[in-house]
């Protein structure tokens, strides 16, 4: 963490290394489309004043777009940077305030509204405000953009991100702190997990079957997925969110309220569950990618660079290096100085005693469930390598930066 903090972290500034054997990238152009992003964002007029923007930027929207989708085609991935930076904003302003004040009512209402404004063409559910106007634009064009299974996995994605986000808003409103396992359960959907991932599929070319997708063992893998990334965020923005009237949940808060142990203790067990969840990860896509075609093992491959990539960003992004509720103003340059590790915290390979997390391990086949190093660079070059992607396939002028 940038060392122009002011306040201590109950978990502590130097956050413990990182588990993640998967190759990251970013896209060449990540410059280029920030500057459009941000000329969109100061066109649309959503910001009160300097000071909004300057805490928008500090999302590097960017950098977590182009690092998810490192080899995506420009205009469907420059949608998708500006849908996170307004997400940013619905997060920020209305979702996770941190007031005890907020209602579920309210917040459900909102959602809707938002919902059938992607789904339902000129609906203007939202009034007529620059935030509104921003969001009409973004779902304009995500309907001329997108096919219509692609328009209907995104608007799926974004149900299921508002549906997560209205379950955690009505825990603070009832000033309950969930369970472990409700937490595991529907942390992938606060996250906007699948939401994301519909762009993957779209700024990808990923043509992938919904009998597939949506197989069991796909599924698992994408929760799993979804859930390494929120526990990583978890970490990066604990101290962001420390000064709420209302605890946060976050897999440490909610860990500590379970076992009544200090946030910094129950650091360590956050750890493991979510190294133990990574080794699942691993051994599962490998499983899968065994008999996968072509777009799934394209699909395979985009759920690493999701969970490698948002590690990277976060990494680096102010607003959670250099948070709004120590700062003013984002600080340039601030990073957490993160290091990393070969193996897991934890080194178990058996299910989490966890009841909504247990279905993942039950994916596994018996034969392949066994304690195995994971070359990831096996698996990366087996898919790199491959030319019969199908659908819009890897551009041959767009070779992404190895980092």
Same mark, same amino acid.
Request: hydrophobic residues 40%; proline residues 6%; contains cysteine.
């Given at each position: /963490?940038?060392?122009?903090?002011? &306040?201590?972290?109950?978990?502590?500034?130097?956050?413990?290394?990182?588990?993640?054997?998967?190759?990251?990238? #970013?896209?060449?152009r990540a410059d280029q489309?920030?500057?459009?992003?941000?000329?969109?964002?100061?066109?649309?007029?959503?910001?009160?004043? +300097?000071?909004? &923007?300057?805490?928008?930027?500090?999302?590097?929207?960017?950098?977590?777009?182009?690092?998810?989708?490192?080899?995506?085609?420009?205009e469907p991935l420059l949608?998708?940077?500006?849908?996170?930076?307004?997400?940013?904003?619905?997060?920020?302003?209305?979702?996770?305030? +941190?007031?005890?004040?907020? @209602?579920?009512?309210?917040?459900?209402?909102?959602?809707? @509204?938002?919902?059938?404004?992607?789904?339902?063409?000129?609906?203007?559910?939202?009034?007529?405000?620059?935030?509104?106007?921003?969001?009409?634009?973004?779902?304009?064009?995500?309907?001329?953009?997108?096919?219509?299974?692609?328009?209907?996995? =995104?608007?799926?994605?974004?149900?299921?991100?508002?549906?997560?986000?209205?379950?955690?808003?009505?825990?603070?409103? @009832?000033? #309950?702190?969930?369970?472990?396992?409700? *937490?595991?359960?529907?942390?992938?959907?606060?996250?906007?997990?699948?939401?994301?991932?519909?762009?993957?599929?779209?700024?990808?070319?990923?043509?992938?079957?919904?009998?597939?997708?949506?197989?069991?063992?796909?599924?698992?893998?994408?929760?799993?997925? +979804?859930?390494?990334?929120?526990?990583?965020?978890?970490?990066?923005?604990?101290?962001?969110?420390?000064? %709420?009237?209302?605890?946060? %949940?976050?897999?440490?808060?909610?860990?500590?309220? %379970?076992?009544?142990?200090?946030?910094?203790?129950?650091?360590?067990?956050?750890?493991?569950?979510?190294?133990?969840? /990574?080794?699942?990860?691993?051994?599962?896509?490998?499983?899968?990618?065994?008999?996968?075609?072509?777009?799934? &093992?394209? *699909?395979?491959?985009?759920?690493?660079? *999701?969970?490698?990539?948002?590690? @990277?960003?976060?990494?680096?992004?102010?607003?959670?290096?250099?948070p709004r509720n120590r700062?003013?103003?984002?600080?340039?340059?601030?990073? *957490?100085?993160?290091?990393?590790?070969?193996?897991?915290?934890?080194?178990?390979?058996?299910?989490?005693? #966890?009841?909504?997390?247990?279905?993942?391990?039950?994916?596994?086949?018996?034969?392949?469930?066994?304690?195995?190093?994971?070359?990831?660079?096996?698996?990366?070059?087996?898919?790199?390598?491959?030319?019969?992607?199908?659908?819009?396939?890897?551009?041959?002028?767009?070779?992404?930066?190895? =980092?």
């Amino acid at each position: /963490m940038t060392e122009t903090a002011t &306040r201590a972290s109950a978990i502590g500034w130097r956050l413990p290394p990182f588990y993640c054997p998967i190759d990251s990238a #970013i896209h060449p152009r990540a410059d280029q489309l920030e500057e459009r992003a941000i000329a969109w964002l100061d066109a649309m007029g959503i910001f009160r004043d +300097g000071t909004e &923007r300057a805490w928008s930027i500090a999302t590097h929207s960017t950098d977590f777009s182009c690092r998810m989708i490192p080899y995506g085609m420009d205009e469907p991935l420059l949608l998708f940077i500006e849908w996170n930076h307004w997400a940013f904003a619905l997060d920020d302003f209305w979702h996770d305030t +941190g007031s005890a004040d907020i @209602r579920t009512s309210r917040i459900v209402d909102l959602n809707a @509204r938002i919902s059938r404004c992607l789904e339902a063409p000129g609906s203007a559910m939202l009034g007529n405000t620059p935030f509104a106007a921003a969001l009409e634009d973004l779902a304009a064009r995500t309907r001329d953009l997108a096919t219509p299974v692609q328009l209907r996995r =995104v608007a799926e994605g974004m149900r299921d991100w508002l549906f997560g986000a209205a379950w955690q808003v009505s825990n603070v409103e @009832r000033g #309950i702190m969930p369970t472990l396992s409700d *937490y595991v359960a529907l942390r992938p959907s606060i996250n906007g997990t699948r939401f994301s991932l519909a762009w993957s599929e779209i700024a990808s070319g990923i043509e992938i079957p919904d009998g597939k997708l949506y197989s069991a063992p796909v599924q698992a893998l994408t929760d799993a997925a +979804g859930f390494i990334v929120s526990c990583d965020n978890d970490l990066f923005s604990y101290a962001k969110e420390d000064n %709420q009237e209302t605890t946060d %949940q976050n897999i440490v808060n909610v860990l500590a309220h %379970q076992d009544g142990s200090p946030p910094d203790k129950a650091l360590g067990e956050a750890l493991a569950i979510r190294d133990r969840a /990574m080794t699942l990860f691993l051994e599962l896509r490998d499983q899968i990618a065994r008999d996968a075609d072509p777009e799934l &093992r394209r *699909y395979l491959e985009a759920l690493g660079h *999701y969970i490698a990539g948002c590690i @990277r960003w976060m990494n680096a992004a102010p607003r959670y290096a250099s948070p709004r509720n120590r700062h003013e103003l984002p600080v340039p340059g601030a990073t *957490y100085g993160i290091t990393w590790r070969d193996t897991p915290s934890d080194p178990g390979t058996g299910p989490l005693p #966890i009841a909504s997390a247990a279905w993942w391990w039950d994916q596994l086949d018996s034969v392949t469930h066994r304690r195995r190093n994971h070359p990831v660079s096996d698996f990366h070059t087996d898919v790199r390598e491959r030319d019969d992607f199908g659908g819009a396939g890897i551009p041959a002028d767009l070779s992404a930066v190895e =980092v």
